[in-house]
């Protein structure tokens, strides 16, 4: 079973618009993370923010996260073409490591 | 530093063949994890190593085994092949300094396996 679960599968916007995708969690967590993945290759990490943060920053990435509603959003703003890809956020539990990774939202930035 | 590699990128075989799969992790980094990724199942956690000792291991029959060596890298096998195993295998290595702690994932391109 998953335990984050991305909202809204799929997403398609223009260049230069934000896209904004939601990440829900069920159980504590140490940290929640952020991935891209194009077109069924490697995944490359984005951002970590860590269960005493509320937001985070990485240039054109903001991460918020609510440990009280267990939720994370990534937003991206002034999309391009080349964030077309799959985003994946993924949680590390309070205790463990098994990171687990949630169904993934579809990004399609049209020119 | 060389990100990590996994060999061979893309593989094909018959059911009830068994397949071994490598990984090398970045330099210095000692925890490999090991991941599934299906259109069905999406993403899913297989095991992962910490100095060659086995720390956490996900839902899956014991047709799936890994190991690490003492330089980090590490195998994954499959045995005895099913039309289901077909999916892209993903290798990922953290510097986890803490015994106990999951950070940063640093993922390789993957192997691709298909069962025929």
């Known amino acids: 079973s998953q335990q984050g679960e991305e909202d809204p599968q799929a997403l398609s916007i223009q260049e230069g618009e934000n896209a904004t995708m939601n990440c829900s969690y069920k159980t504590s967590i140490n940290n929640l993370q952020w991935y891209r993945q194009n077109s069924g290759r490697g995944l490359v990490h984005l951002i970590l923010?860590?269960?005493?943060?509320r937001e985070k920053h990485s240039g054109r990435l903001r991460v918020t996260l609510d440990t009280s509603k267990k939720s994370s959003s990534l937003l991206i703003t002034a999309s391009r073409a080349a964030d077309t890809a799959s985003y994946f956020c993924a949680t590390a539990p309070a205790a463990g490591n098994k990171l687990t990774f949630g169904g993934g939202t579809r990004v399609l930035v049209k020119p | 530093k060389a990100g990590v590699t996994q060999t061979p990128r893309y593989l094909i075989k018959t059911r009830g063949q068994q397949v071994t799969l490598s990984c090398s992790p970045i330099?210095?980094?000692?925890?490999v994890s090991w991941y599934q990724q299906t259109p069905g199942q999406g993403l899913q956690f297989l095991f992962e190593?910490?100095?060659?000792?086995?720390?956490n291991k996900g839902n899956f029959p014991g047709r799936f085994s890994g190991r690490q060596f003492s330089n980090s890298r590490s195998e994954m096998n499959v045995s005895t092949l099913e039309l289901g195993d077909s999916a892209l295998y993903l290798c990922?290595?953290?510097?986890?300094?803490?015994?106990?702690?999951?950070?940063?994932?640093?993922f390789g391109p993957g192997t691709r396996l298909l069962v025929l």
């Open positions: 190593y910490f100095s060659e000792t086995q720390r």
């Open positions: 923010i860590r269960s005493n943060e």
């Open positions: 330099s210095g980094h000692r925890s």
């Open positions: 990922a290595s953290s510097p986890s300094r803490t015994f106990n702690r999951l950070e940063t994932q640093y």
